[in-house]
């Protein structure tokens, strides 16, 4: 199990990715509004707590128990259990849409003999309509500079056009502190993060710059983990 979860971690911060040769515009209100609102998800928080936040005063027709636990009435897509840790996570998008213009994913886990889930893992993904069907920052790569791993927020912005990153495609945030023990953490790979993606345009209309950043609590600002160039003619789905 807790190589599911590694590989769905992966799977959130290391999509496919796909690209378009448009411009993209800033943020628009509504997706400013979804961020806010991912924002008021705190990692730790139990179910109840959450439906709280999501449902306001109507929260608690929206629970139920099951296995002797609180959870949400709405179908959670898994749900497995180990020695170590039970887990369950929850999509929050436009159901009635085949693209929805946002997905929001919410990853709790609980130790078996405990009785509360918490929100160990939760992510934000935007899609756009192009082919790529995913937003991407309007920034361009300058000619002639070069990416590096470990490039701060700051360097990454000095070469790339305009001002500031855009807009990212994938948030992610992670926190298993609230369920498992420094040693379990350790022996796990499953600790405390943050991460976002962004596509980037480059002088070739058929490429484009795929950029995960996670964060650095030292120097308080993303980092280049890991960046590649990829096809403008492939396509991602979350």
Do not use: C
Request: charged fraction near 30%.
């Amino acid at each position: 199990m807790l190589n599911g979860i590694l590989k769905y971690a992966l799977l959130v911060l290391l999509v496919t990715s796909t690209v378009f040769s448009l411009p993209v515009d800033a943020a628009t209100k509504q997706e400013k509004q979804v961020t806010t609102d991912f924002t008021k998800y705190k990692t730790g928080m139990t179910i109840t707590e959450f439906a709280k936040v999501r449902y306001g005063k109507t929260y608690k027709t929206q629970l139920t128990k099951k296995h002797g636990r609180i959870i949400l009435k709405e179908k959670s897509p898994k749900r497995d259990s180990t020695e170590q840790m039970d887990y369950r996570y929850y999509f929050i998008g436009d159901e009635k849409s085949e693209m929805p213009d946002h997905l929001m994913t919410f990853f709790f886990t609980v130790k078996p003999k405990e009785k509360v889930y918490r929100l160990a893992l939760k992510s934000l993904d935007f899609s756009a309509k192009n082919p790529m069907q995913v937003r991407q920052s309007d920034k361009q790569l300058k000619r002639g500079k070069r990416l590096e791993f470990g490039m701060t927020e700051h360097q990454l912005d000095n070469v790339l056009s305009g001002k500031g990153l855009g807009d990212w495609m994938n948030w992610m945030i992670n926190d298993f502190s609230h369920t498992l023990s420094e040693r379990e953490m350790e022996t796990t790979s499953l600790g405390q993060g943050k991460g976002k993606t962004y596509i980037f345009r480059t002088n070739n209309p058929n490429k484009r710059l795929r950029v995960e950043m996670m964060y650095d609590p030292n120097k308080k600002t993303y980092r280049i983990s890991h960046y590649e160039t990829v096809s403008s003619n492939q396509v991602l789905t979350f």
